[in-house]
């Protein structure tokens, strides 16, 4: 349940120098390290969740003044456990919210980054970063906050069987003091997850990714080595599963896949932005549980063009991905290169669609 999100990170290396000299010296003296995989931490928040939130009207400005509201927490797997994504709404005198955040596991750093993103405005943030200790987790960001960076602490405690709580605090002067300003409990209602009805009253533009709501299999071609003239191209196999979040006004694509090289997961975040009327598309990969740059565009005349610009291979390049060949229980899907700023273009992943046959009694 964070609610504000950008990288903080830091390290304390020094403090290990004296060990490793007196390692070298007898390395029989000091144990290996027993590091702590931490994959499963957010696993007791799966479920449904009734929630009680207080929120500081106005934080950092000596205001004592506090808002109350309730609603619900609806939080899913991704990934088997090493990603979560938590739907948080509630409505009340305190203030209605709508938002979402999404946890993804980075194995290498054995830390969470945590995302949290508003329906107002679709857009993703950057990480609030941590991990968890002794049944506690904490994470941690640099904010802008009324015209001056503060840091931002998350921090998830009393985790119960069927309750936990939550707590965020801004430091305006370096961590030195703390002060809470958004404090939520919360209350097992189901430990499964429903299946989510479309929200009434969507605009057309929300409608846009309706036609790919289930389960497909996906047939995956790749180019090894996208501009460079390289014809190679590498297979995958696999499954896409497409959710709704917020009722369809955003969703979640699990991708899960199989090649020569081994298996590879990742999802697509697609959120929507009413004032622009335009979609973000968001990926992740579960190797380090980093979200990209989004691509942003839209649907017309039943296809989808999705644009960003982001390093590669040392240059600065256009990437456009598209859906196409749009039918009931097919599609088509694929990323395309420019290193021209869009003059050319050159196809490098190819993803064709098929649905699953839906169980008996569910269509």
Known sequence: ?????????????????????R???NPAAVPAPQVRDGQHDFDFGT?????????????????????????????????????????????GPGGDIEGITVRL?????????LYWVDSGDG???????????????????????????????????????????????FSADGGKTWEANFMASLTQESPAVPEQAEAPGLSEPQHAFDWQFGDWDVHMSRLKAPLTGSNTWIPMDGSVVVKRIWGGKANVAEIDVQGASGPLQFLSLRLYNPAAKQW???????GDGTFGVPEIGAF????GDFYDQEPYADKTIMVRFSFLNIGTDSARDEQAFSGDYGKTWEVNWVNLHKRMPAAPGTR
């Open 1 to 21: 349940m964070n609610r504000l999100s950008k990288t903080w990170l830091t390290a304390a290396l020094l403090t290990l120098l004296p060990l490793a000299g």
């Open 23 to 25: 390692a070298a010296d």
């Open 47 to 91: 479920g449904v969740w009734k929630t009680h939130i207080r929120r500081l009207l106005h934080p950092l400005t000596g205001s004592t003044e506090w808002a109350e509201t309730s609603g619900t927490v609806t939080t899913r797997k991704l990934w088997d456990g090493k990603g979560q994504l938590e739907e948080l709404v509630t409505n």
């Open 280 to 286: 973000s598309l968001n990926f992740a990969g579960s």
């Open 300 to 303: 017309k005349d039943g296809r």
């Open 105 to 113: 596991y980075d194995p290498a750093a054995r830390q969470w980054k």
């Open 123 to 169: 857009t993703l943030g950057q990480p609030v970063v941590g991990a968890f200790q002794d049944g506690v987790g904490t994470f941690y960001d640099q904010e802008e906050i009324g015209g001056r960076d503060v840091w931002v602490r998350n921090v998830y405690y009393g985790i119960g069987p069927k309750t936990y709580k939550f707590e965020q605090a």
